[in-house]
């Protein structure tokens, strides 16, 4: 993964959308619903099309897999339920997610503390 300054947004949605795929099956507008009420009370909502291009990532990179399923209705619809592909991936992934969010926090703290602690007041 790229360094950048903080992790990236899209980084951040996939570790979310993987633990997501682990804990059950969930389609799409599930993902999004239960990750903009997860962050709501810190002012975070994620988009509907950045959670669909984090998807899309996932698949193409093996991470997770989709299954379709028909729902009954007035007509038929289809859905797609996500599930964790390959697990070794999806561990290499998150322990490379792990390193770029700790090296977030760093460099969040020190910003903090260079221009926000006691004796600089």
């Not at 998807?55 to 996500?82: F, W």
Request: positive net charge.
């Amino acid at each position: 993964m790229k360094s950048t300054f903080v992790i990236r947004q899209r980084a951040f949605l996939k570790l979310y959308m993987l633990n997501k795929a682990e804990e059950g099956n969930l389609y799409g507008l599930q993902m999004l619903d239960d990750l903009q009420d997860h962050f709501r009370d810190l002012g975070y909502r994620p988009t509907k099309s950045e959670v669909y291009k984090s998807l899309h990532d996932l698949l193409n990179d093996g991470l997770i897999v989709r299954h379709p399923i028909h729902k009954q209705g007035t007509e038929m619809q289809t859905l797609y339920i996500y599930r964790i592909g390959d697990k070794e991936k999806v561990k290499a992934y998150k322990d490379t997610i792990k390193f770029e969010i700790d090296r977030s926090i760093s460099l969040l703290k020190r910003a903090l503390q260079d221009n926000y602690s006691q004796k600089r007041q």
